[in-house]
Structure formats: C-alpha cells, structure tokens
C-alpha cells in the first residue's frame, strides 16, 4: 500500500498543482481507495476534511478508533473509581510509566507486524536485554559507563533478533514457531544470566553512573527547563514543516494546504503544553516535591520519531511495507526479502531490550525474574499495537499506533487496579488485555475483511 | 496428501490390482516412492513392502522413522550418562511424566493438522485441572468465588462437567477462528490471558486439593494418575487387547485378500500382530517390576492405558472417518476442500473443540498427579503450551497442516519427557532444560521445514 505512496511521492514532481481537472480527479479516486495520503493530494483544507471523512466511512479510521477508546476509558475510569482519582497528574504521569515498556515494545513488534509476521519472543528478550545493561554497570565489576552498557545490550538483543530473524527469513520457519521457541530459550538464558530464579540485580539512585538507569523513568526534569525545551522543540520543528511545506509547495510539488500545516503546529504546541501542565504539578504530596517533566517522555518521543522516520521517510521503510503488502510483487520489484525481513527482527529485539531496561527503572532500579512475566509482556505489546491500529496481516501500521495502543492498554490495567475490585482486580488483569486484544483483532479482521470486498467492487 | 490414502481403497486403481497384479503393483509401486500412497496398500510381498518403505524414507518421508531414532539416542544417551535411565522403575516414571505432553501434544495435533494452532491448551488444561478439583471439593470447604459452599459431585460428573466447560472453551474459540476468520494464533492467545485469569478465579487465590481422603471422588480422581492394575490383571488385560487387535487385523486383511481388495501380504500382517504383542509385554513386564522404595508398587498404571486409549480412539476418528480425512484435505489445501464440498468453518470448529476436550482430559491428569494445586499451575501451565507444540512436532507433525498423526504425540511427548527426566536426573537445573528443548524445538521446526521443502521441489 504505502510502496504506492513511496512510488507517487518520487513520481508525481512533474505534475503541477494548478492542472485542477485532474486534481479533483485524483482525490475522487484516492480519497476512496484510501492509498494515497490525503495530505499530499488535498489542495485546501476543506477538501483534506472532506477526504479524510470519505477515508473514514470507507473503513480506514487510522488513529480515531484508539484515541475516542482513550477518551472513553479515561472518562469511564474517572467516574468508576474512588474519590475519582484516575486522571489526576500523578496518576497520569505513573500510568505513563507503567506503559512505557509496552509502548517501547509495541513499536518493536509493529516493525514486525508491518511484514505479516509476529515475534512472540520479545518479552523474554527484553529481559533480557536489561538483565545484560542491568549487570554490566554492577558495582565493583564490571562496572562500565551507562552508555557502553546500554549499547552492549541492545547489540545483544540485536543479535538474537538476528539469528531468530535468519530463521525465519532465510529458512522460511513460522516465526511463531521460531520466536516460541525463543520465549523458552531466552527465558532460560535470562535465569542463568541472573543467577538462579531469585538472582536480582539493582541500581543506587546516587551513584552517578547507575543513577542515569533509575533516571530513565523515575528521574524528572526541572520544570523550568521543561517548559525550555517544550518551546525549543515546537519552535525548531513547526519552523522545520513550515519551511519543507512551503519549499514543497514554491517547487510545484504536491504539498498540503498552509492551513493544515499551522493546525498541525498549533495542535503540537497544545499537545506540549497540556503534557507539561500536568507533568509540573507537584505530585510527591506533602513530604516530597516531585514535579517536572519525566525523562521517560522524551525518550519515548525520540524513539518514536526514530522509528517513524525509519518507517515512513526510509527506502528500508516503503520495501518493509511492500512486503508486507505483498511480498511476492515486493520480490518480482527486486526488493531482498531475507534481508529485510532479518533486519527487522533485529531492530524489533533491540527496541525490546531498550523495553527490558527501561523496565527496570519503572521498578525503581530492581531487576529479577518478576518484574515481568515475559508471556504477558508479548500479550500486551501485540494487544497494543493491534489496539493501536496495526494490522496483523502485515502492511498496514505505524509506530504511534504503538505509543497510543501501550497508553491505552496501561490505562487499563491501572484504572483496574485503581479500583478496589478485591480478588477480582488480579484476574481482570489478564481477563481485560485479552478481551480488548481480541476485540481489537476482531475489528481488524472485519475491517480488512470490507477493505477487500469493497476493493472488488471498486476494480 | 493423506486425503488421497483413502480414495485408492474405493478407486479404480483397486479392481486393477486384483485382475492384473503384477503390472499394477509395479505402477502402483512406483506411485508410492513418490510417498503419496502408504506402502501397504500397494506392496504384494514382503520385500515388496520392505523395498517401498525404504524408498519412501530415502524421499524424504519418513514417518515416525526419525523420532524413533531420538527415542533411542535419548534413551542410550542418557542410561550412559545415569545407569539407572533405563531402569524399570525409572522407564514407568518417564511414562507417567510424559502422559501429560502426550496428551496435550495430541490436542495440538487437532490444530496443527489444519494449518493453525493453540496456543490456549496449556491454559486449557490449568482451567480443567483447578475446575475438577473444585467440583469434588466437599460441601461447606470449598474456597471458589463463584461455588462458595462447594458441590461435592461424584467423580464421574465432575469429570463430565470438566471436559464439557473446556470444550466449551474450544469450541468458542473455534467458532471465531472458523466462522469470524481471526487468526488462530491471537484467538488463542488472547485466550491464553483470559484464562490465566479465570483459573485464578476459580482458585480464588486459595490452594486446593484431592487430599481429603473422606471424599471418595477425590480418592477415585487421585487414583487416575497414580492408581494401577495388579500385575494379574495386568497380564489379562494385555492378552484380551492383543487378541481382539489380531484378530481384528487378520481377518480385516483377509476378507479383504478375498474380495480382491489391495492388502498388506500376509506376513506383514503376521510381523504387525507379533511386534504389538512383545510390546505389550515389554511394557507390563516393565510395569510389573516392584518401583516402590518401601513396600509394593507394580503393576500397570491407569494412566499407560487412558493414553493408550485416547490415542486409539483419535487415530480411528483421524484415519478411518469421514471427518479426519476431511482434516486432512483442509490441511492440505483448504481451497480445493472448500471447493469439493466440505463445510470448512464446521470442522475447522470441531477440531479446536476436540483439541480443548482432548487438553480437558490432561488438565483431569495433572489435577490427579499434582493432588495440591495453587495459583502456581498458571506457571506451569504457560510452560506446558510450548512442550506440547514442540513434541507435537518433534515427534512429525508438519506445522503446515496437513501431515501428522495422533501416535507422534505420543513418541513426541516421551521424547520431551525423556529429556526432562535425564537431565533432572543428572542434576541440570530447569532453566538449563528449557534452553535444551526450546533447541530441540527449533530443529524440529526446521526438519520439518526442509523436509517440505525437499518434498515439494520434487513435485
């Protein structure tokens, strides 16, 4: 699908924007096939609205169906639970933690998703990978600087997404086969790295090497500097899309409406300053100030932005979604499927491990074998991204589909918890990511099944 | 490809055979190196039979040959790492610890020989262990949240009730794998979770157990896994079963000699009814060897016999129905089923119900054999879904579909089963045997995936 926005992209430069019998023609076509990004067609705003509503009635939503479940669970949440404590900051800013490693772990598995593949491994992989980060910066050995230990970890990971990889691509085994057999593998690996089943490992909070660990999601940034660096960010990049639109748009290229583009800055500045609001009210109570923003936003934003440049402005990107569109047109177009398809499980283990140490500093520094259970870390990640909007037949999916879908699926399980349910809450915890993820895949598989047959017709 | 075993039975190729027999059991010889027709339908002699095998075998179709190797390479492997492996007592105990893969290896096999899988039967199993222990819990001590005053039902309806619920369970996840076209691998791992959190429910975070010898269905459910015939009744049991199966298997073979039918040469027959005869005794003398420490235990356990007689009735339901051949048609190619008549969403419905029903009976089996459970079975039962993949295909079954029998559970699972009591025996730690199987595993999955290959490109 998006192999054919990659092709438009480099293929329509020739074609001026002022032809308009053909213009209209394209986004009569488009908007309803829902291929082609409506922003590089629509020529003003209203017909970029009018387009994306076609595109929403046709049955591709895109972000909508999460973010109106985020609206309802947070509103449903907020009025079930005691004293209605659900959407206070502090209960934000921790249920932001909490889902941090499935968002981080989301991303990684809709990298394989893309492709129509699936890594049951990643749970036990990010472990893991912050088992290894977690005992190389041990004190008195090996103690190794943080940023050596948390390369050495992913490196690793990627190594075993590696060897996993080649199997699947290049053997051509069932990658549930192959990464359930990882899941056993790694997990009895994870043991003997920790040193029998109740090894744990920790880090101090005031050792300066180590304390950069429990920064990760516990550590905050001075609400001054915040508020500096929220600005610094929506200046430098609404200057950015400003600049690339307008030079678009100077060149005769497609590019959207300058209306759509200040929306889209205004909407960021927003998005920035609602986060910031709540991330610098003082959450610690009365004994203890705790405010400012996490260190975990930024890196899950950096992360995410990593990930959709990978995916979205790449050649390695279109050719992922290519094959996962088809990969027998995506090999006949010379696209190395063995290649690509290894390369994303390496990326997939490697954000996991990144997950796995992120893990650790949500538990304030600890490690063992119960921080997670590496079955259900798999579970949640694929019930977010699916949740998020990713397919599970491959081609269709985006890395924020998987920080929305980890948010969603963390607000859940924290809005359960919140509310004193007594036995049942422990439960509801397995019962409520299982019946939301086969929601979620009951409403993908519908959606495509209406994709296909209203493709039919169209063709 | 299994579907075409059946049809040279009531095709032409059967009236040519007798008319003409040596010019059709040459041509029909040459059918079967191709490995498309089991020898025993075409071969007219011994050696005939013998030449066909080892041709078939050399094509890459090689049946249970290569898991019978694994068992002796275990076996001799192990009794010369520990000289008591291959004791009596210690060869009754591998069988006994096996019984619960075996079983739930054949469960997997209901899926696996569609092309899908479930990954839900180790949960399965959880739920039908902690739901048949609770239903023989006597009145006014039981801990469930939804039977608070326990029901105190005889064995026989408890056992009923349980395999009832879990093919329940099997048959709503078959209908949205068959009926809603979701894939089987996320139905039944968002089942996997759901019911993680209903065994907690059940158990209602409290232990519960067969101990109270006052209750005769706990004694009788007790008594499933660790009770045993005398060794007379032992002997008698075996006579009577390898008689009725001789004459069974000679008469069949002979009434089919007169009518013209293709059979097996006499002698094979002869060679079959011999080799399950010294088997038997093998096995109860095995059995009947005293394995207790103190005081007297032999004879034959219970349990040999359940998996003797599920395997029975499953390999009769699989390869002398209408219903396994049409398994074995969807496996193999699920359009051209469709196309010849068969209702696929039935089926495929029924095997995920028989796979539950078949996982239910294992979770009786662990009940029995673990006596006291708690929240830990979860754990367990996690594990349990892995080993009962890989000995289902450790043990030949294809992961394609298609291919596989009920009886490679069975070697598969005493594989698994031998490895686990090896290295336990030999003093390896459990994360250290995780790694070996999910190894083990991984070469299975890629037999499997060479072998196909290697049978393909000759087609």
Same mark, same amino acid.
């Given at each position: 699908?998006?192999?054919?926005?990659?092709?438009?992209?480099?293929g329509?430069?020739?074609?001026?924007a002022?032809?308009?019998?053909?213009d209209?023609?394209?986004?009569?076509a488009t908007?309803?096939?829902?291929?082609v990004?409506?922003e590089?067609l629509?020529q003003?705003?209203g017909?970029?609205l009018?387009?994306?509503?076609?595109?929403?009635k046709?049955?591709?939503?895109g972000l /909508?169906?999460?973010?109106?479940?985020m609206?309802i669970?947070?509103?449903?949440?907020e009025?079930l639970?005691?004293e209605?404590a659900?959407l206070?900051?502090?209960?934000l800013?921790?249920?932001?933690?909490?889902?941090?490693v499935?968002?981080?772990?989301?991303m990684g598995?809709i990298?394989v998703?893309l492709l129509?593949?699936?890594?049951?491994?990643?749970?036990?992989v990010?472990?893991m990978?912050?088992?290894i980060?977690?005992?190389?910066?041990q004190?008195?050995?090996?103690?190794?600087?943080?940023w050596?230990?948390?390369?050495?970890?992913?490196?690793?990971?990627?190594?075993?997404?590696?060897?996993?990889?080649?199997?699947?691509?290049?053997?051509?085994?069932p990658?549930?086969?192959?990464?359930?057999?990882?899941?056993?593998?790694f997990?009895?690996?994870?043991?003997?790295i920790l040193?029998?089943?109740d090894g744990?490992?920790s880090?101090?909070?005031?050792?300066p090497?180590q304390s950069?660990?429990y920064?990760?999601?516990q550590?905050?940034?001075d609400p001054?500097?915040?508020w500096a660096?929220?600005a610094?960010?929506?200046?430098?990049?609404?200057?950015?899309?400003?600049?690339?639109?307008s030079a678009?748009r100077r060149s005769g290229?497609v590019?959207?409406?300058?209306s759509?583009t200040?929306?889209?800055?205004?909407l960021?500045?927003?998005?920035g300053v609602?986060?910031?609001?709540?991330c610098t009210?003082n959450?610690?109570?009365?004994?203890?100030?705790?405010e400012?923003l996490p260190w975990v936003?930024?890196?899950?934003i950096v992360?995410l932005g990593?990930?959709?440049?990978l995916l979205?402005a790449?050649?390695?990107g279109r050719?992922?979604?290519a094959?996962?569109?088809?990969?027998?047109?995506?090999?006949?177009a010379?696209?190395?499927l063995?290649a690509i398809?290894t390369?994303?499980f390496v990326?997939?283990?490697a954000?996991a491990?990144?997950?796995?140490?992120l893990?650790?500093?949500?538990?304030?520094?600890?490690y063992s074998?119960?921080?997670?259970?590496?079955g259900?870390l798999?579970l949640?990640s694929?019930?977010a991204?699916?949740i998020?909007?990713?397919s599970?037949f491959g081609?269709?999916?985006?890395?924020i589909?998987?920080? /929305?879908?980890?948010l969603l699926?963390?607000?859940?399980?924290y809005?359960?918890?919140l509310?004193?349910?007594g036995s049942?809450s422990?439960p509801?915890?397995?019962?409520?990511?299982?019946?939301?993820? /086969?929601?979620?895949?009951?409403v993908d598989?519908?959606?495509r099944?209406?994709a296909?047959t209203g493709?039919?017709v169209r063709? | 490809?299994?579907?075409?075993d059946?049809?040279p039975?009531?095709g032409p190729?059967? !009236?040519?055979?007798s008319s003409?027999p040596a010019?059709?059991?040459?041509?029909?010889t040459?059918a079967?190196?191709?490995?498309?027709v089991?020898p025993e339908i075409v071969a007219?002699?011994?050696g005939?039979?013998l030449?066909?095998?080892?041709q078939r075998?050399r094509g890459g179709?090689?049946?249970v040959l290569p898991?019978?190797l694994?068992l002796?390479i275990v076996g001799?492997g &192990?009794q010369?790492?520990?000289?008591n492996?291959l004791s009596?007592?210690?060869?009754v105990n591998?069988f006994?610890?096996s019984?619960i893969?075996?079983l739930?290896?054949?469960?997997e096999?209901?899926?696996?020989l569609?092309g899908?899988?479930?990954l839900?039967?180790g949960?399965?199993?959880g739920?039908?262990s902690?739901? %048949? *222990?609770?239903?023989v819990?006597?009145?006014?001590?039981?801990s469930c949240?939804l039977c608070?005053? !326990?029901?105190?039902f005889?064995a $026989?309806l408890?056992?009923? *009730?349980t395999?009832?619920?879990?093919?329940g369970?099997?048959?709503i996840?078959?209908?949205? %794998?068959a009926?809603l076209?979701?894939?089987s691998?996320?139905?039944?791992l968002?089942? $996997?979770l759901?019911?993680?959190?209903v065994c907690?429910?059940v158990l209602?975070?409290?232990?519960?157990?067969?101990?109270?010898?006052t209750v005769?269905?706990?004694?009788q459910?007790?008594?499933?896994f $660790? !009770?045993?015939?005398?060794?007379t009744?032992?002997?008698?049991l075996? +006579?009577v079963?390898v008689?009725?199966l001789?004459? $069974?298997?000679?008469f069949g073979d002979?009434?089919?000699?007169r009518r013209?039918l293709? +059979?097996?040469?006499p002698s094979?027959?002869a060679i079959k009814i011999?080799?399950v005869a010294?088997?038997?005794?093998?096995l109860v003398g095995?059995?009947? *060897?005293?394995?207790?420490h103190f005081?007297?235990i032999e004879?034959?356990p219970?349990?040999?016999v359940?998996?003797?007689?599920?395997?029975?009735i499953?390999?009769?339901?699989l390869q002398r129905?209408? &219903?396994?051949?049409?398994?074995? #048609?969807?496996g193999?190619?699920?359009?051209a089923?469709?196309?010849a008549g068969?209702?696929?969403p039935?089926?495929?419905?029924?095997?995920?119900v028989? #796979?539950?029903?078949t996982?239910?009976?294992?979770g009786?089996?662990f009940?029995?054999?673990?006596v &006291?459970?708690?929240t830990n079975i979860?754990?367990?039962s996690?594990?349990? %879904?892995l080993?009962? *993949?890989?000995a289902?295909v450790i043990?030949g079954?294809?992961?394609?579909?298609?291919r596989?029998k009920?009886?490679?559970?069975v070697?598969?699972g005493?594989i698994?089963?031998?490895?686990?009591?090896?290295?336990?025996l030999?003093?390896?730690?459990s994360e250290?045997?995780?790694?070996?199987i999910?190894v083990?595993?991984?070469a299975?999955?890629?037999?499997d %995936?060479?072998?196909?290959? !290697?049978?393909?490109?000759?087609?």
């Amino acid at each position: 699908m998006t192999g054919i926005q990659g092709d438009l992209k480099s293929g329509t430069p020739g074609e001026k924007a002022a032809e308009v019998p053909q213009d209209v023609d394209l986004t009569a076509a488009t908007g309803a096939v829902a291929d082609v990004p409506l922003e590089i067609l629509a020529q003003s705003l209203g017909e970029y609205l009018r387009g994306w509503w076609q595109k929403l009635k046709s049955g591709d939503s895109g972000l /909508l169906p999460v973010l109106v479940a985020m609206v309802i669970v947070a509103i449903a949440f907020e009025l079930l639970t005691p004293e209605n404590a659900y959407l206070r900051p502090s209960n934000l800013v921790y249920i932001f933690g909490l889902s941090t490693v499935y968002m981080v772990l989301a991303m990684g598995e809709i990298a394989v998703l893309l492709l129509g593949e699936l890594d049951l491994s990643i749970g036990a992989v990010a472990l893991m990978g912050g088992t290894i980060a977690y005992k190389l910066v041990q004190q008195p050995s090996p103690n190794w600087p943080w940023w050596l230990a948390i390369l050495t970890s992913l490196v690793c990971c990627g190594v075993i997404g590696g060897l996993q990889g080649t199997l699947v691509a290049r053997l051509r085994i069932p990658a549930f086969v192959v990464t359930l057999a990882g899941q056993l593998l790694f997990t009895g690996m994870l043991v003997v790295i920790l040193g029998g089943a109740d090894g744990s490992l920790s880090v101090s909070p005031t050792d300066p090497n180590q304390s950069v660990f429990y920064n990760l999601v516990q550590g905050n940034i001075d609400p001054v500097v915040s508020w500096a660096i929220l600005a610094v960010v929506v200046v430098g990049f609404g200057t950015m899309m400003w600049l690339r639109a307008s030079a678009r748009r100077r060149s005769g290229l497609v590019a959207p409406p300058a209306s759509l583009t200040a929306i889209k800055i205004g909407l960021m500045a927003v998005v920035g300053v609602v986060v910031l609001i709540i991330c610098t009210v003082n959450r610690g109570g009365a004994f203890a100030t705790i405010e400012g923003l996490p260190w975990v936003i930024p890196v899950v934003i950096v992360l995410l932005g990593l990930w959709t440049v990978l995916l979205q402005a790449t050649r390695f990107g279109r050719y992922v979604y290519a094959i996962g569109g088809n990969p027998e047109a995506a090999r006949r177009a010379g696209v190395r499927l063995p290649a690509i398809r290894t390369w994303c499980f390496v990326l997939c283990s490697a954000t996991a491990g990144f997950a796995g140490i992120l893990l650790g500093s949500f538990y304030y520094g600890q490690y063992s074998t119960n921080v997670g259970d590496p079955g259900q870390l798999v579970l949640y990640s694929v019930a977010a991204s699916v949740i998020g909007g990713t397919s599970l037949f491959g081609g269709r999916g985006k890395p924020i589909h998987g920080v /929305l879908g980890g948010l969603l699926i963390g607000g859940i399980a924290y809005g359960v918890s919140l509310m004193n349910l007594g036995s049942l809450s422990i439960p509801l915890e397995y019962i409520l990511p299982g019946g939301v993820l /086969l929601a979620a895949v009951l409403v993908d598989v519908l959606s495509r099944r209406g994709a296909r047959t209203g493709s039919v017709v169209r063709v | 490809m299994a579907r075409i075993d059946s049809d040279p039975l009531t095709g032409p190729m059967a !009236g040519t055979s007798s008319s003409d027999p040596a010019a059709a059991a040459v041509d029909l010889t040459a059918a079967a190196a191709v490995g498309e027709v089991p020898p025993e339908i075409v071969a007219q002699s011994m050696g005939q039979y013998l030449h066909v095998w080892w041709q078939r075998v050399r094509g890459g179709e090689s049946g249970v040959l290569p898991v019978v190797l694994g068992l002796v390479i275990v076996g001799v492997g &192990f009794q010369i790492a520990n000289g008591n492996f291959l004791s009596p007592q210690n060869l009754v105990n591998i069988f006994e610890q096996s019984s619960i893969y075996i079983l739930l290896a054949m469960a997997e096999i209901f899926a696996l020989l569609l092309g899908e899988i479930d990954l839900s039967t180790g949960l399965v199993m959880g739920l039908g262990s902690v739901v %048949v *222990v609770e239903l023989v819990q006597p009145s006014g001590a039981a801990s469930c949240a939804l039977c608070p005053h !326990g029901l105190a039902f005889p064995a $026989w309806l408890a056992i009923g *009730v349980t395999l009832l619920i879990c093919a329940g369970v099997g048959l709503i996840q078959g209908s949205m %794998v068959a009926r809603l076209k979701m894939p089987s691998f996320i139905v039944t791992l968002g089942g $996997w979770l759901i019911l993680e959190g209903v065994c907690i429910i059940v158990l209602n975070g409290q232990p519960i157990s067969l101990k109270n010898v006052t209750v005769p269905a706990q004694v009788q459910i007790y008594n499933i896994f $660790w !009770g045993y015939f005398s060794p007379t009744v032992s002997w008698i049991l075996l +006579a009577v079963v390898v008689v009725i199966l001789a004459a $069974w298997w000679w008469f069949g073979d002979a009434s089919r000699r007169r009518r013209g039918l293709v +059979a097996p040469p006499p002698s094979f027959t002869a060679i079959k009814i011999v080799g399950v005869a010294v088997a038997g005794v093998v096995l109860v003398g095995l059995c009947n *060897v005293n394995r207790a420490h103190f005081g007297v235990i032999e004879g034959l356990p219970y349990i040999i016999v359940i998996v003797l007689a599920v395997l029975f009735i499953w390999t009769m339901l699989l390869q002398r129905t209408r &219903f396994g051949r049409y398994v074995y #048609a969807i496996g193999g190619n699920p359009e051209a089923a469709r196309r010849a008549g068969v209702s696929l969403p039935s089926i495929r419905t029924w095997c995920f119900v028989l #796979a539950a029903l078949t996982a239910g009976i294992a979770g009786i089996l662990f009940a029995s054999w673990q006596v &006291f459970l708690t929240t830990n079975i979860i754990k367990s039962s996690n594990s349990y %879904v892995l080993l009962a *993949v890989a000995a289902a295909v450790i043990g030949g079954t294809s992961l394609f579909g298609g291919r596989g029998k009920t009886i490679h559970g069975v070697l598969g699972g005493l594989i698994i089963g031998g490895i686990y009591n090896g290295l336990l025996l030999m003093g390896v730690s459990s994360e250290w045997v995780d790694i070996l199987i999910a190894v083990v595993l991984l070469a299975a999955g890629t037999i499997d %995936v060479l072998s196909r290959g !290697g049978t393909r490109s000759r087609a």
